[in-house]
C-alpha cells in the first residue's frame, strides 16, 4: 500500500527566505507526483506535476523535484512571500493511473 | 469559467439521513472523482468514474453510492449518514491520467 509522508508538518519563516518542503512515498512504481495548495476553506489549487520519467519541473518560484528510485520530491520555494501561506500538500499517482495518494499536508506561515 | 462547482457548500444532517451531494464540471473532462479530507489522514478516494455512465470504488467506499449519468455531473450519496461520515467532500475532475485534477472548494458535511 503507498503511503506519503510530508515533513515538516507546519512551517514559519519570515518573507524572502528560501525554503524546501519534503515528500516521500513507500512504493517507486508511480505514474506522477502532483505538488497541490491549498487554502483555508477552500479547495486544492494544482502546483506542479513530473511525470515519472522526469526529474523536476519549474513554475516561476517554484521547482519541484522526483528521485523516483529514493521516494522521494521536494518542493522548493524561493524568495517567499505573505500570500505563499498555505498548507501544500503532495500527491502520487499510482502507475495504474487509478489512483492518487496524499500526504497530509505541509502547513506554511510566511511572516511579512 | 465555473471549472468544478460543488452543491452544496455546506450541510448538516441527523444519524439514518440520506443526502445527494452534487459536482459539476464545464471543462468536458472524462475523469471525476469524490475524495474526502479529515484532520490528519489525508484526501481519501471514496469513488471515480472515467467516463459518462462509469464507476469504480476507491479507497473508502463503503456507506456511499454514486452515479454519472451525464459526462458533467457525478452525484455522491449517502444512503444512511454516519457520525464517522462527517468530513470535507471534495469533488474533482481532469482530462486525462497524465494531467493535473482539478478540485471544488468542498461540502462540509456534519452527521449529528
Known amino acids: 500500500k503507498q503511503e506519503v509522508t510530508q515533513i515538516p508538518a507546519a512551517l514559519s519563516v519570515p518573507e524572502g527566505e528560501n525554503l524546501v518542503l519534503n515528500c516521500s512515498f513507500t512504493?517507486?512504481?508511480?505514474?506522477?507526483l502532483q505538488w497541490f495548495r491549498q487554502d483555508p476553506g477552500k479547495g486544492l489549487t494544482s502546483l506542479l506535476l513530473i511525470q515519472s520519467s522526469q526529474r523536476e519541473q519549474t513554475s516561476g518560484r517554484l521547482n519541484a523535484s522526483l528521485d523516483k528510485s529514493s521516494g522521494r520530491s521536494t518542493l522548493y520555494i524561493a524568495a517567499s512571500q505573505p500570500g505563499d501561506s498555505a498548507t501544500y500538500l503532495c500527491a502520487v499517482l499510482r502507475s495504474s493511473g487509478d489512483k492518487l495518494t496524499f500526504g497530509t499536508g505541509t502547513r506554511l506561515a510566511v511572516r511579512p | 469559467n465555473a471549472g468544478v462547482t460543488q452543491t452544496p457548500k455546506f450541510r448538516v444532517l441527523k444519524t439514518g439521513q440520506s443526502m445527494t451531494l452534487l459536482c459539476a464540471q464545464d471543462m468536458n473532462h472524462e475523469y471525476m472523482y469524490w475524495y474526502r479530507q479529515d484532520p490528519g489522514m489525508g484526501l481519501r478516494l471514496i469513488h471515480y468514474?472515467?467516463?459518462?455512465?462509469?464507476?469504480a470504488k476507491g479507497e473508502v467506499p463503503d456507506g456511499y453510492n454514486v452515479s454519472r449519468l451525464k459526462k458533467q455531473n457525478f452525484l455522491l450519496g449517502l444512503e444512511s449518514a454516519a457520525p464517522s461520515q462527517t468530513s470535507v467532500y471534495f469533488c474533482?475532475?481532469?482530462?486525462?491520467?497524465?494531467?493535473?485534477?482539478?478540485f471544488g472548494d468542498g461540502t462540509r458535511l456534519s452527521i449529528l
Open positions: 512504493d517507486s512504481a508511480i505514474y506522477n
Open positions: 468514474s472515467v467516463g459518462e455512465g462509469t464507476t
Open positions: 474533482a475532475s481532469t482530462d486525462r491520467i497524465n494531467q493535473p485534477q482539478h
